[in-house]
């Protein structure tokens, strides 16, 4: 019995003495419809943080109503991070129009792309100027996204006021296809359709409406937080160069996200060279630090602006949060 006893001791010891494995911090990572290329890029995120923090932390994608929907879930803390445009980040941040009175405070960790919005049309609707949107059935763009409220508000400052129709960008993209939506307005990525317009030009030719100069003022004046972004045009969208507003897409943390987290997130990302770009690959060759300081209209979340400053670069006053 007494050797019993001393076996039963020494293993009660010995388990006190182990240490329990270290959990894994969830993090939830909010997109958008998982048909956009943009779910692709927060799939690859999720990888590059799970692959950088194996026994820290461990990603995963929700699949979401976007930019709205992922400040709104945020600040309710169901996600830790998400896409967002940095139009509707500095609403949220100063509690106007779309979030008017209800602010959110939501810093940012880093931008990764620019939105032009194409404002994209049947052929065969006959329709070729933004004008004679008016009274037509259109889509703003995915129910909840910044693209819808942007596309509401542009429209609304033009005083056009088309039937809109709603729905997700499936929804959306199945009206154009059975001509019960006339077209919608849809991020670019890069100078280039994204793959759903794509895959809508493809079976249905499409004209890209184009915004002409005494709007693009228009835009400048009331609306500064967009910008005017220059296009390429081309066959798929049966024009020559042609300008419209656009947008950065970024990341954002939900309030209250620790420092560290913040951190270990942004480093890991910047120092990913192979997962973004092949998920994305419009972002090949772009330095995310200095597109984010160069374009960013909201302060940066602490964590950021450490990695940030750790690694040379200069962050301005205006991306820093508020003493």
């Given at each position: 019995m007494k050797l019993f006893a001393r076996i039963a001791a020494a293993a009660l010891v010995a388990g006190a003495m182990a240490e329990p494995a270290a959990a894994q911090e969830r993090l939830a990572l909010g997109a958008t419809n998982a048909q956009s290329s943009h779910y692709a890029y927060f799939a690859a995120?999720?990888?590059?943080?799970?692959?950088?923090?194996?026994?820290?932390?461990?990603?995963?994608v929700v699949e979401t109503g976007?930019?709205?929907?992922?400040?709104?879930?945020?600040?309710?803390?169901?996600?830790?991070?998400?896409?967002?445009?940095?139009?509707?980040l500095y609403h949220a941040n100063e509690g106007i129009k779309t979030f008017d009175g209800e602010a959110i405070d939501s810093p940012l960790l880093w931008a990764y792309a620019l939105a032009p919005q194409n404002v994209i049309v049947r052929q065969d609707a006959g329709v070729t100027s933004i004008e004679e949107l008016a009274?037509?059935?259109?889509?703003p763009g995915q129910r909840g996204s910044s693209t819808e409220a942007t596309s509401q508000e542009v429209l609304a400052l033009f005083g056009v006021e088309p039937d809109w129709v709603r729905g997700s960008n499936g929804e959306l993209a199945a009206a154009i296809k059975d001509n019960r939506a006339i077209g919608f307005i849809k991020s670019a990525v890069g100078t280039d359709f994204d793959a759903l317009?794509?895959?809508?030009?493809?079976?249905?030719?499409?004209?890209?409406?184009?915004?002409?100069?005494?709007?693009?003022a228009m835009i400048q004046e009331?609306?500064?937080e967009l910008s005017i972004v220059d296009m390429p045009g081309g066959?798929?969208?049966?024009?020559?160069?042609?300008?419209?507003?656009?947008?950065?897409?970024?990341?954002?943390?939900?309030?209250?996200?620790?420092?560290?987290?913040?951190?270990?997130?942004?480093?890991?990302?910047?120092?990913?060279?192979?997962?973004?770009?092949?998920?994305?690959?419009?972002?090949?060759?772009?330095n995310l630090a200095e597109q984010t300081l160069a374009y960013a209209t909201s302060p940066?979340?602490?964590?950021?602006?450490?990695?940030?400053?750790?690694?040379?670069?200069?962050?301005?006053?205006?991306?820093?949060p508020a003493e």
């Open positions: 995120l999720a990888k590059v943080i799970n692959e950088a923090y194996p026994d820290k932390y461990q990603a995963s976007a930019t709205v929907d992922n400040l709104r879930r945020m600040e309710r803390g169901q996600l830790d991070m998400g896409l967002i445009t940095t139009s509707a009274g037509q059935r259109f889509g317009t794509t895959d809508i030009a493809t079976f249905t030719p499409v004209q890209v409406l184009p915004v002409p100069d005494d709007k693009v009331t609306l500064p066959e798929m969208e049966n024009t020559g160069p042609y300008r419209t507003w656009g947008f950065m897409i970024g990341v954002s943390a939900r309030p209250g996200l620790d420092d560290e987290t913040a951190y270990d997130i942004v480093k890991a990302v910047m120092e990913d060279d192979v997962e973004q770009v092949t998920a994305f690959p419009s972002i090949d060759g772009v940066l979340h602490p964590g950021a602006i450490r990695w940030f400053e750790e690694n040379g670069y200069e962050v301005p006053d205006r991306l820093r």
